[in-house]
C-alpha cells in the first residue's frame, strides 16, 4: 500500500512555502539554524497553516482541532463595526489577489488583482496597508481591521514587506505597489487598531475568497 501524501509547511529555511515532498523540505531546513516546518496530510490545511505562523502549530496535532465551548470563550467575540482583509494565492508563487470587506456583512469594499507571481503573504500586507489608508482617507480613524496573517501584521508595524520573492518583469507591478505601501506606512500615521482574526474561534475571515 502507497503512503499518503504529505504537505510540508516551512516557515523558516532556505526557503519557505508549502512543498510536497520530503526531499524538498530536507533541503530547505537541513542546516538551517532555527529552521520552522512542519507536515500536514491535506493541502487545503498547509495552505491555511502557511497563512498563520509555526507557533500556531508548534507542538500541536495538525489534523483539525476543534475547540470546546469554554476554548472559544477565552477569544470574546470579533468587533463586527470593523473591516476585514484576506489574500488569495494560487501557488507560492502564484496568481495572487487582496481585497477588504466589511466585517459585519462582508461587502467588499475593494478588491485588487489578479497579479502574476505573488505570495499570500504579501497579498495579506498589500491589504493591510490598502485598508489602512482607505480608513485615514475617509477619516474612520477609530475603526479597527481585522487580518488572519499575523506575518502581515508585524511587515506592517515594521513598516517593511520582508519577502524574499525575486521580482521580474513579469511581478514588477506587486513590487511597485509594495514600494507605494512601505513609503506609505514610512509618511503617514494611524490610529485604527490592526486586530488578529482568531480563526479557529470565529471561522474563516470575513473577507476570506472561499476557495478552500
Known sequence: ????????????????????????????????????YKSFADKNEAEKAFKKSFNDYKGLDTK??????????????????????DAACSGNPGIMEYRGVLTHNKKEIFIKGPFKNG??????????????ALLKSKKMDNLP??????IAINWVKQKQC??????D?????????????????KNNSYSNPI????????GEIPADFGRK
Open 1 to 36: 500500500m502507497s503512503k499518503k501524501k504529505k504537505y510540508y509547511v516551512v516557515w523558516k529555511g532556505k526557503e519557505t512555502g508549502i512543498f510536497s515532498s520530503w526531499a524538498i523540505c530536507k533541503k530547505m531546513v537541513e542546516g538551517f539554524e532555527g529552521a520552522q
Open 64 to 85: 483539525t482541532k476543534k475547540l470546546s465551548a469554554a476554548e472559544k470563550e477565552k477569544y470574546g467575540s470579533p468587533v463586527l463595526e470593523s473591516i476585514s482583509v
Open 119 to 132: 505570495t499570500n503573504n504579501i497579498g495579506e500586507f498589500l491589504a493591510l496597508v490598502h485598508g489602512i
Open 145 to 150: 481591521i481585522y487580518s488572519d496573517s499575523k
Open 162 to 167: 520582508k519577502t524574499n520573492i525575486v521580482f
Open 169 to 185: 518583469c513579469s511581478n514588477k507591478d506587486i513590487l511597485d505597489l509594495i514600494k507605494r505601501a512601505e513609503n506609505w506606512l
Open 195 to 202: 486586530l488578529k482574526w482568531e480563526t479557529k474561534a470565529w
